[in-house]
């Protein structure tokens, strides 16, 4: 499973992994893909800097990455508190209302919130790639696009390559002008922030657009044969995220939400602004359901949505409320049916390519009957 890009960066198989856990991402590494940490949840330098040192202690000297969100244009002088200010007294009383009425209890008496959607502000970010220059890198990703433009040259100045995500042509050829090195052409089936179009098409839309940049597909891609199929489409490796989820190696911290996901279909996913305000897919719960009923007041742009339920979130994930408790995942959901570890699930996805490839080989008369 290599290609071009695989041998650029040293690596097996071209099998990218985004995740939010250090234990995943080292284990992808290490397993002969290219491990990429999520640092949207590390609001404090010294925890970032406590992972990656982790992360060099547990990879073998093999490489990795870091993803981070930061918007395209930088905004001065606005603060968490600035932003905090601008959510709707009506948006907070929806909130209680909900939460009262599947009685999700308080957070303890001055304890924090557990989850924090702060690492969307860009200043957060900025700490963050303070943090991870620091760290052998090789390459940084962003969720929300082409980073600043000082950001995609501090990262070349450090011989880090950056990659973005696109739902379009027209967003990927954004990146190629910005100087970005790898286009990420995210369909509409991943799970997270995503546009309206499916990856058996937009992959190759975007493979034409930003030609000779590699691309990755991402979107509904959770076997070997998907991989064979995005590869067929031009792309140079493959961008999965949802998959690792469900692993041995995985935190998820709740019971509750592994089970949820074990037992989740493909179409048991829905593309909501419930959580940060974008359209992301996630679970479809009684949560996502309230925010989309046109008789609620409908969720804030970002990041106001994030800071909105941040709360509320680390309420229904500590006490496990069923009904509400969800989290970003992609329509491949539907194959995650096992736990398995990180290394197993490798050794699935390489013998169903090679299954893919012999069987595209036999049909081309290249192979055995």
Known sequence: MKTELSRTLGIEHAIFGFTPFPAVAAAITRAGGFGVLGAVRYTAPDDLARDLDWMQDHTDGLPYGLDVVMPAKKVDGVSEADVEAMIPAGHREFVRATLAKHG????????????????????VARGQLDVAFD???????????????????????????????????????????????????QGYEAGGHTGEIASMVLTP??????????????????????????????AQGVWLGSLWLTTTEADLHSRALTEKLLAAGSGDTVRSRALTGKPARQLRTEWTDAWDDPAGPGPLPMPLQGLLVAEAVSRIQKYEVTPLLGTPVGQIVGRMTTERSVRQVFDELTRGFEKAVDRVNRIAGRGGA
């Open 205 to 234: 839309e975007v493979v034409d657009a930003v030609a000779p940049l590699p691309v990755l597909a991402a979107g509904g891609i959770g076997s070997g044969e998907q991989i064979a199929a995005g590869l067929a489409l031009g």
């Open 104 to 123: 999700v209890p308080e957070l303890a008496e001055g304890e924090a919130s557990g989850w924090r959607i702060t690492g969307w502000m860009e200043q």
């Open 135 to 185: 760290y052998p890198i090789k390459l940084l990703a962003n969720a929300l696009g082409s980073p600043p433009a000082d950001v995609v040259a501090r990262a070349h100045d450090h011989g880090v390559l950056v990659a973005a995500l696109a739902g379009s042509a027209r967003h990927a050829r954004h990146h190629a002008d910005a100087g970005i090195d790898i286009v990420v052409a």
